[in-house]
């Protein structure tokens, strides 16, 4: 099973940025579209962001932080060394929870909209990760759905007084438009659906309460459990197998279209393609029931299990009212 | 790329005053004229040489909108520089300096080098806050001064730079303990083993830029 840390969290262990140095970070790389779902770009190559939640106080219960980052292109140097460059990431946001609503976009092409408490909204559709996106998704579902703000979900108090980005409420008195952006600051000019990643959160330590000052408090057991060989849960990588086959058996019968295949064709999808795809998908049944089949599969990161099966514990609490259903 | 020191730079103000725009200048070189509002924190990083050192700037540029400052301010923590700016053609921005100044130094360290900047510079002709009173209020607190236009990209360098040889005089003469990483000064993985060789290895400083 892979328990590996992603790219981001993995480079803001090295220390740079030390209130995010120990933070628990549930990323995934997405492609840049626009609210149609077509790339943003005009020279139709893909902007991948990498997106994470993250806690800066282990004293939290629930991620207070949205992390953005991309990658940067090799060096010169780098591109002369033998064998391909390491993932390198450039942080570049440091969005507070509390003042950006993440939802569901289109659960069919996986796609999140971020809306900032400015009014601005990006879309961003998640990257191919082989036969586990699906999986991937449910997950990010259920963040957003342990995100709801306490007016829109009936558990409050997540958050402690005084946590930084923490959503006690909502601050969104600001949003009087609804305009999109084009994250032209997240804009990178590399890399592409190949940089892809399937991230792990760490179970915070309760004993820790301060965001600031993690690095010297973080408990001696999150050294032993770093990765032993890069996640690599690309396309058609290891993440092959019987839930992916149980999707496409279930959800398209008809031959639906690989993983990849669907996110490319995202790009400039009409609205009947669109419909087709939710008829493929109509069998497949709710994200929580597939989280726990896969989970009972052994193919998702461990910590993502743990983060996952904490959320559930969460959501049960809350009405799922504004909770999409897959058709 | 490999270096010395790491400095993490602060940017706080009003909203409007140019904040993003002086990072965008100084990490990018250009100026975008029209600029999201900055909500969190955004990013920026660049290498700068001083004393021949190879020093990385960390720039965490701040959300100035009022709704924002109270979740804001809880990451002025570690940082050992800020840029304090207010807009010249804009008098309300230089009268909330003060409460910039007490929320930086209450939320951060007592030794972090604020530097003052009053930017656009460039619009002269629409300008409320005269150089002198910058001046006075920098003198009056202890602070740096510069005025800057991130537009046409004067002074902007040296805002930054000149921030950070405060720190590394700081660091030389033993203000800063470059051991706590609270300090905002991160020594960097080839600097560490000479370290304990820094003291007293001062000479003449020469700045120069170059993105990481």
Same mark, same amino acid.
């Given at each position: 099973?892979?328990?590996?840390?992603?790219?981001?969290?993995?480079?803001?262990?090295?220390?740079?940025?030390?209130?995010?140095?120990?933070?628990?970070?549930?990323?995934?790389?997405?492609?840049?579209?626009?609210?149609?779902?077509?790339?943003?770009?005009?020279?139709?190559?893909?902007?991948?962001?990498?997106?994470?939640?993250?806690?800066?106080?282990?004293?939290?219960?629930?991620?207070?932080?949205?992390?953005?980052?991309?990658?940067?292109?090799?060096?010169?140097?780098?591109?002369?060394?033998?064998?391909?460059?390491?993932?390198?990431?450039?942080?570049?946001?440091?969005?507070?929870?509390?003042?950006?609503?993440?939802?569901?976009?289109?659960?069919?092409?996986?796609?999140?909209?971020?809306?900032?408490?400015?009014?601005?909204?990006?879309?961003?559709?998640?990257?191919?990760?082989?036969?586990?996106?699906?999986?991937?998704?449910?997950?990010?579902?259920?963040?957003?759905?342990?995100?709801?703000?306490?007016?829109?979900?009936?558990?409050?108090?997540?958050?402690?007084?005084?946590?930084?980005?923490?959503?006690?409420?909502?601050?969104?008195?600001?949003?009087?438009?609804?305009?999109?952006?084009?994250?032209?600051?997240?804009?990178?000019?590399?890399?592409?659906?190949?940089?892809?990643?399937?991230?792990?959160?760490?179970?915070?330590?309760?004993?820790?309460?301060?965001?600031?000052?993690?690095?010297?408090?973080?408990?001696?057991?999150?050294?032993?459990?770093?990765?032993?060989?890069?996640?690599?849960?690309?396309?058609?990588?290891?993440?092959?197998?019987?839930?992916?086959?149980?999707?496409?058996?279930?959800?398209?019968?008809?031959?639906?279209?690989?993983?990849?295949?669907?996110?490319?064709?995202?790009?400039?999808?009409?609205?009947?393609?669109?419909?087709?795809?939710?008829?493929?998908?109509?069998?497949?049944?709710?994200?929580?029931?597939?989280?726990?089949?896969?989970?009972?599969?052994?193919?998702?990161?461990?910590?993502?299990?743990?983060?996952?099966?904490?959320?559930?514990?969460?959501?049960?609490?809350?009405?799922?009212?504004?909770?999409?259903?897959?058709? | 790329?490999?270096?010395?020191?790491?400095?993490?730079?602060?940017?706080?103000?009003?909203?409007?005053?140019?904040?993003?725009?002086?990072?965008?200048?100084?990490?990018?070189?250009?100026?975008?004229?029209?600029?999201?509002?900055?909500?969190?924190?955004?990013?920026?990083?660049?290498?700068?040489?001083?004393?021949?050192?190879?020093?990385?700037?960390?720039?965490?540029?701040?959300?100035?909108?009022?709704?924002?400052?109270?979740?804001?301010?809880?990451?002025?923590?570690?940082?050992?520089?800020?840029?304090?700016?207010?807009?010249?053609?804009?008098?309300?921005?230089?009268?909330?300096?003060?409460?910039?100044?007490?929320?930086?130094?209450?939320?951060?360290?007592?030794?972090?080098?604020?530097?003052?900047?009053?930017?656009?510079?460039?619009?002269?002709?629409?300008?409320?806050?005269?150089?002198?009173?910058? !001046? $006075?209020?920098?003198?009056?607190? =202890?602070?740096?001064?510069?005025?800057?236009? @991130?537009?046409? /990209?004067? &002074?902007?360098?040296?805002?930054?730079?000149?921030?950070?040889?405060?720190?590394?005089?700081?660091?030389?003469?033993?203000?800063?303990?470059?051991?706590? !990483? $609270?300090?905002?000064?991160?020594? =960097?993985?080839?600097?560490?083993?000479?370290? @304990?060789?820094? /003291?007293? &290895?001062?000479?003449?400083?020469?700045?120069?830029?170059?993105?990481?």
């Amino acid at each position: 099973m892979n328990t590996a840390m992603g790219p981001l969290q993995r480079q803001l262990r090295a220390g740079e940025y030390e209130i995010f140095q120990y933070a628990p970070i549930f990323e995934s790389d997405f492609i840049q579209i626009s609210k149609r779902g077509e790339v943003v770009d005009v020279h139709n190559r893909v902007r991948v962001v990498t997106v994470g939640v993250a806690c800066t106080s282990p004293a939290l219960l629930v991620p207070n932080v949205l992390l953005l980052a991309r990658p940067v292109v090799p060096s010169e140097e780098s591109r002369g060394r033998r064998g391909p460059p390491a993932k390198a990431l450039e942080l570049t946001r440091l969005l507070p929870l509390r003042f950006v609503k993440i939802s569901v976009h289109d659960d069919e092409m996986l796609q999140l909209r971020l809306k900032l408490a400015s009014g601005r909204s990006f879309y961003l559709q998640l990257c191919p990760q082989g036969d586990a996106h699906y999986e991937l998704f449910d997950m990010w579902v259920k963040i957003i759905n342990l995100l709801r703000p306490p007016a829109e979900g009936s558990h409050g108090g997540q958050a402690l007084p005084g946590d930084p980005g923490a959503f006690g409420e909502p601050l969104f008195h600001g949003i009087s438009q609804d305009t999109t952006g084009s994250l032209e600051s997240l804009a990178p000019e590399e890399g592409g659906p190949d940089a892809l990643s399937v991230r792990s959160l760490r179970t915070p330590s309760p004993s820790r309460d301060d965001p600031g000052s993690s690095r010297s408090r973080t408990p001696p057991s999150l050294s032993p459990s770093l990765p032993q060989k890069p996640p690599s849960v690309g396309r058609g990588s290891q993440r092959g197998g019987s839930a992916g086959e149980r999707r496409s058996q279930a959800g398209s019968p008809g031959g639906s279209p690989a993983p990849q295949e669907r996110s490319q064709g995202s790009h400039g999808s009409s609205p009947s393609s669109k419909k087709k795809e939710s008829s493929r998908r109509a069998d497949r049944g709710g994200g929580a029931t597939r989280s726990k089949s896969s989970q009972s599969r052994g193919r998702t990161p461990s910590r993502i299990l743990s983060l996952v099966k904490s959320l559930s514990r969460v959501s049960l609490s809350r009405p799922p009212k504004e909770k999409k259903k897959r058709r | 790329m490999a270096y010395a020191y790491l400095f993490k730079y602060i940017i706080i103000g009003d909203t409007g005053v140019g904040k993003s725009c002086l990072l965008l200048q100084f990490t990018d070189k250009r100026f975008q004229p029209v600029h999201d509002l900055t909500i969190g924190v955004e990013f920026g990083a660049r290498m700068i040489t001083i004393d021949g050192k190879q020093i990385k700037l960390q720039i965490w540029d701040t959300a100035g909108q009022e709704s924002f400052r109270s979740i804001t301010r809880s990451y002025y923590r570690g940082a050992a520089g800020a840029l304090l700016v207010y807009d010249i053609t804009r008098r309300d921005t230089f009268n909330h300096l003060t409460t910039w100044l007490e929320d930086a130094r209450q939320h951060s360290n007592s030794n972090m080098v604020i530097m003052l900047i009053g930017n656009k510079s460039d619009l002269e002709s629409r300008r409320e806050v005269k150089k002198e009173e910058g !001046e $006075a209020f920098a003198r009056e607190h =202890g602070l740096i001064f510069m005025e800057t236009s @991130a537009k046409t /990209a004067s &002074n902007v360098e040296e805002a930054f730079i000149n921030t950070a040889k405060e720190i590394y005089e700081k660091i030389q003469e033993g203000v800063f303990d470059i051991n706590n !990483e $609270a300090n905002g000064i991160k020594i =960097g993985p080839q600097h560490a083993a000479s370290n @304990a060789t820094l /003291a007293g &290895n001062q000479g003449g400083q020469q700045a120069g830029g170059g993105c990481c």
